[in-house]
């Protein structure tokens, strides 16, 4: 919740130096409909022109009718299906990379040029942190800024696991620690690995379509 007597026009005598913070001007396109609407508009406009969207709805009603696998022919039907859900599959995906690029060079510019500017700051008030930290644990009591700020203490636990073995079938058997066990397992087969104490592991034939 917001400080009622936080006041960032206020000077603050310990930190003179400091300007009044500054009014954000109306960000730049603020006119303009929201950029994932426009995104969806524009993706929907490509897949459209390039008749994908009554390529994939061909294709679906396609498998929902298609035969049961029971001979050769029907075999061979089957796969020409997959194979063609595949292609359309990869030229929606392309399209929508098309427009995805770009942002997500935007994201990580962005990201950069934030980290570049507040990475500094960051590590010169680390100490002032660490510092604040150490008063606040043999001085508990409220303290109050001349800017408004409310300096408090509060009791956090933070944990070492010394022998995972002894935790309990509780932590071990939780649902997301058996998926990181099975994303591990699964690159170790994955990589060739045939042999793994407490872990069966068989092959599979599946259809391949090319």
Not at 12 to 18: K, S, Y
């Amino acid at each position: 919740m917001a400080n009622p007597d936080f006041d960032p026009a206020r000077p603050n005598p310990t930190f003179p130096d400091l300007e009044k913070w500054p009014e954000a001007p109306a960000p730049i396109g603020h006119n303009q409909p929201p950029l994932e609407m426009a995104l969806l508009a524009e993706f929907e406009d490509a897949l459209a022109v390039k008749g994908l969207i009554a390529r994939v709805n061909e294709i679906t009603e396609a498998a929902k009718n298609a035969p049961d696998v029971d001979s050769e022919e029907t075999a061979g039907a089957v796969g020409d299906l997959l194979a063609q859900a595949r292609e359309a599959g990869k030229a929606v995906a392309a399209e929508r990379e098309v427009l995805n690029r770009p942002l997500l060079n935007a994201q990580r510019a962005l990201k950069g040029k934030a980290d570049g500017l507040t990475t500094p700051m960051d590590l010169a008030t680390l100490p002032l942190r660490e510092g604040l930290d150490a008063y606040m644990a043999e001085n508990q009591e409220v303290k109050h800024g001349d800017m408004g700020a409310r300096v408090g203490a509060r009791e956090t636990w933070q944990f070492e696991v010394l022998d995972y073995g002894k935790l309990p079938l509780s932590i071990r058997r939780h649902p997301a620690v058996k998926e990181a066990i099975d994303k591990v397992i699964g690159v170790l087969v994955k990589g060739g690995e045939r042999k793994i104490a407490g872990v069966k592991i068989f092959p599979v034939t599946k259809s391949t379509v090319r």
